[in-house]
C-alpha cells in the first residue's frame, strides 16, 4: 500500500514539473489517501501482533 502510495507521489512530482496541474493534484490526493491508508494498516498489524500477506 506505502508502495502505491509512492507511486503516485513520484506522478505527482513528475506532472508537477511538466505543468499539469490537473493530473499532479489528482496523483497527491491519491498518493495522499493511500498513504493514510498504509498507516493505518501498519498500525492494526502492529497492534493485533498479525503480518501482512507477502
Known sequence: MLGWALLFLVIAIVAGALGLSGVA???TQ???ILFVVGLILAVVFFV???RPPL
Open 25 to 27: 493534484g489528482a496523483a
Open 30 to 32: 491519491i498518493a495522499w
Open 48 to 50: 493485533t501482533g498479525r
